[in-house]
């Protein structure tokens, strides 16, 4: 039996730019239920300049979507998250950053880059983020203009402490040639923590894991791929270290 976990969704309803409405966001959770998922982590945009977006918010309709869940007697469970914009100033709010990690427990924080350069001073915040205790799980690290010309960057983090998400689409080459070949690159160096599916809605940015889980297998090994969406995840929102290869 599956117990997959999707760390990185955007299924709560009416939040930001994903689910629209409890009726979406059911319907999504029934394509990743089909495609094997137990456990969506909800991790709504937060701190974006484009969406205003709180705690109490985010509380809410968490609320409202497991209600909805046990009506409709889907066997599926979600859990609070966040995808937390990068500010320099970020690790400055230990209690804002600690309330926006994963699960709420305190030690993982799914972070969002700005998409067109690396911030000069990421590895002081990365720095600042695990000296609290926090570890920053770089989502979607294979979309970055910067990373995608100098993937040594990702290395350096990850050298640092820091852990990589990728998005599922991206491997399969849903999301382009760039973001392909640097899942590739990064798969085969052993840099990918999670692998999630940044799930929009339930047709074009849709949830879905198994094709790319196959595809990392091919690269990885059928056990280390599904680590990837069982293993790590499961132990990143209970909490608990996950093994690194640097
Ligand atoms: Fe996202």
Redesign the pocket.
Known sequence: MNSWVDL???VLPGVDD?AADVDVSLAMLRKFRDDGVKTVVA?P?FLHPHFKVSLELVRDRLLRLQNAITEEGEEISVCFGA?VRYRSDLASNPELVRSLTLNETGKYL?L?LPFQFAPPELPEVVFALLSQGVTPIL??AERYTDFQESPELIEDLVRRGALVQVTAGSVVGQLGRREKKLSRWLLKRNLVHVLAS?A?DPKVRAPGLRKAVQEAGGILGKEAAVGLVQDNPTRIIAGEPIPRHL
């Open positions: 990185h969704t955007h994903g991790t945009h995808e799914l969002e989502a979607h940044d929009h």
